[in-house]
């Protein structure tokens, strides 16, 4: 079975595998929540203690600890490959079916993604490049002809790939490439965050 925040062609490893049935397990409020609180970290990690926001939420709803660990892991695990592989929201919820998950679970981890998607993406690029040297940037623009998302058939999308250097020697210099893909709208709303973030880093280099 291919999966689609595997990148289709990587094995799911049976240790995910295990983490993420525990995560189906949690009653659909709790599971709203979790996955709420955990993207939301994953946005911005230095805006909450995740360890305490975790403990809170696993005494409050009476969870051990082995269970929380293991959907805290597999979540995280869950979302990295997923902003890795650009996953949109209705094929997450088609991985989280096929791995098990119930439909009612499947469309609120969907609510989810979809609600937080534009500032994953901005995290994870910011980071990204935080991390490693912007080499290259190219961008093509194309029209939906066919999709599982019967909404975005016709509309037009923008295709970035971005080509990061992933060695500081001279001698050894190799590149990684990443490729994010989104709607016009959502474009403007990542440029405008991006604007925005950028103002942030400008103003704090000023002080």
């Known amino acids: 079975m291919s999966y689609r925040f595997l990148g289709l062609g990587n094995e799911l490893d049976p240790q995910l595998a295990q983490d993420l049935t525990v995560l189906s397990q949690f009653p659909l409020s709790q599971l ?99 991390i490693k040297n912007l080499e ?8 939906t002809a066919s999709s599982d998302e019967l909404d975005t058939v016709g509309s037009t999308f923008l295709q970035m790939k971005f080509t990061l250097a992933t060695s500081g020697s001279s001698k050894d210099n190799k590149s990684e490439q990443a490729f994010v893909e989104m709607s016009l709208p959502q474009f403007y709303d990542f440029l405008a965050k991006m604007e925005k973030a950028k103002a942030e880093m400008d103003a704090r280099s000023e002080v």
Not at 48 to 56: C, R
Not at 138 to 143: P, S, Y
């Open 136 to 143: 290259d940037m190219e961008w093509k623009f194309g029209v």
């Open 32 to 130: 709203r929540e979790f996955a709420t609180m955990i993207v939301s970290w994953v946005v911005a990690p230095n805006s909450s203690d995740i360890k305490a926001n975790v403990g809170t939420f696993a005494q409050t709803h009476g969870i051990d600890g082995s269970m929380i660990k293991a959907s805290m892991r597999g979540l995280l695990l869950l979302v990295k490959g997923a902003l890795k592989h650009n996953v949109t929201p209705q094929q997450l919820k088609g991985d989280l079916a096929a791995l098990g998950m119930s439909n009612d679970g499947a469309e609120i981890m969907e609510k989810v993604w979809r609600a937080n998607y534009m500032d994953l993406a901005r995290a994870a690029t910011v980071q990204t490049m935080t």
